[in-house]
């Protein structure tokens, strides 16, 4: 009985994110955007935006934290689960596999461009820039600039301006 509980809990607040997401994915202003995520309980920090057409799981969005100054801009997917494919056999199917769920941080200050993709697990760095349409499926550090497919690190900055 307290498991069937559990499981009409879980199907309702998962309904209810993907309603807020829908809603969100349409809205303006930013605020209003970030609001409703937040309200998905994505962690998200004072002064970042988060535009329209941003996707961000489904599955727990809880476990996307979004530090302050950010800016997450269109059509950016945050993903947070994958299939686990250490059992991967030839035969099976993959929707058969173990779901498995990773934290996402996105530290302050960074930019991520339009279009960008960041999987499952990842950690952006403090200030760093994503270019746009990239996958980012490694962690990328501090004051770096990264592009593509795999995303790659093609430029650091410091404090020292010339
Ligand atoms: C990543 C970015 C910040 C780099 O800007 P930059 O430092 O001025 O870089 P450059 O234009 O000097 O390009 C450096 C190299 O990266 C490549 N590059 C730049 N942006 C790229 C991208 N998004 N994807 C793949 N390669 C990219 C350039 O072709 C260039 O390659 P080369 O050295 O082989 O010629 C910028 O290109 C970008 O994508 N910005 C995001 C824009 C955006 O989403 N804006 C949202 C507004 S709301």
Redesign the pocket.
């Known amino acids: 009985m307290a498991k069937k509980d559990r499981g009409l809990k879980a199907i309702t607040i998962g309904v209810l994110s993907r309603l807020l997401q829908n809603i969100a994915y349409f809205a303006f202003p930013f605020q209003l955007v970030v609001f409703l995520h937040k309200l998905r309980g994505v962690k998200v920090g004072k002064g970042s935006h988060i535009s329209r057409y941003v996707v961000i799981d489904d599955q727990v969005s809880a476990k996307v934290v979004i530090e302050e100054g950010v800016a997450v801009?269109?059509g950016v997917m945050i993903l947070t689960h994958q299939r686990d494919l250490k059992n991967l056999r030839p035969g099976i199917s993959i929707m058969l596999l173990d779901l498995k769920h990773l934290d996402v941080r996105i530290k302050r200050n960074a930019h991520i461009?339009?279009g960008a993709i960041i999987m499952p697990g990842v950690t952006i760095g403090e200030g760093s820039?994503i270019?746009?349409?990239?996958v980012v499926t490694k962690d990328i550090p501090d004051f770096s600039?990264a592009?593509?497919v795999p995303a790659r690190v093609?430029?650091t900055y410091n404090e020292d301006l010339d």
Do not use: E, H, L
């Not at 270019?131 to 990239?134: D, E, I, L, V, Y």
């Open positions: 801009t269109q461009g339009i820039i270019g746009a349409g990239a600039i592009v593509g093609i430029k």
